[in-house]
């Protein structure tokens, strides 16, 4: 079956550092991949997203991009802020027979500091 | 303006109770889900709808009972509560049908407590 694996937390940073977080897929077909994140107390929401191979996901200075021969899609951002400190989910849709369902991987906790 | 709203927020109860959870979303979406967050934060889906159709069901007890009087609203209904049940339940939405592409807008979640 369809299945993510991301690399467990928490990340502890420092302000400005760079952020990478792993995260794998296994999947059939094309499936879509995201990156959620949760801020304390708060719902999901996305972050980036990106649906066939080799496109690249950006937004708020967080980068990923779908490597299809290697099944990843690792997000990263070069200098993080005390802001970005939250719980971030990678998730992949398996396509048009899955109705929509996201399967999440086990979210990694990162904490910036000052 | 809420785009994915969920009431109540917290909801504490006693073992062997029924309650429900609402959900509503102006975003004009087709599709709504309802997932369980556990204490570890693992996300599962449970249930879908479009426009008042049950289209995801995953293995969820009987004791949960998903409703969706209309394509805006989805509801979750849960009988006898017991300890395992606790956990935030989180509503979302899609604009269309299975599309595997779409972003899913969540909501604020309803952090259960069972005791």
């Known amino acids: 079956g369809n299945s993510v694996t991301q690399m467990e937390g928490p990340v502890t940073l420092s302000e400005e550092a760079f952020l990478t977080i792993n995260c794998t897929y296994t999947?059939?077909?094309?499936?879509?991949l995201f990156w959620y994140v949760q801020y304390p107390g708060e719902g999901l929401q996305l972050l980036l997203k990106?649906?066939?191979?080799?496109d690249k996901g950006s937004n708020k200075g967080f980068e990923a991009t779908y490597r299809k021969e290697t099944t990843s899609f690792h997000l990263e951002k070069g200098s993080v802020q005390v802001s970005d400190s939250a719980v971030y989910f990678c998730?992949?849709?398996?396509?048009?027979?899955?109705?929509?369902?996201?399967?999440f991987g086990a979210g990694t906790q990162v904490v910036v500091t000052p | 303006d809420t785009a994915v709203s969920q009431t109540p927020k917290y909801l504490v109860t006693q073992m062997g109770n029924d309650k429900s959870i609402k959900c509503e979303q102006n975003?004009?979406?087709?599709?709504m889900y309802w997932y369980k967050q556990d204490s570890k934060k693992f996300l599962k889906i449970m249930f879908s709808?479009?426009?008042?159709?049950?289209?995801i069901n995953e293995t969820v007890p009987n004791r949960f009972s998903p409703k969706s009087p209309d394509k805006a609203h989805l509801n979750l209904h849960i009988n006898s509560l017991e300890l395992g049940d606790s956990a935030v339940y989180f509503c979302?939405?899609?604009?269309?049908?299975?599309?595997?592409?779409?972003?899913?807008?969540f909501g604020p979640g309803t952090r259960l407590t069972v005791l």
């Open positions: 979302a939405s899609s604009p269309y049908r299975g599309r595997g592409t779409d972003t899913q807008y």
């Open positions: 999947a059939t077909g094309y499936p879509s």
């Open positions: 990106a649906t066939k191979a080799d």
């Open positions: 998730a992949l849709n398996a396509g048009t027979d899955s109705w929509g369902k996201l399967q």
């Open positions: 975003l004009g979406h087709d599709t």
């Open positions: 709808y479009n426009n008042k159709e049950l289209i």
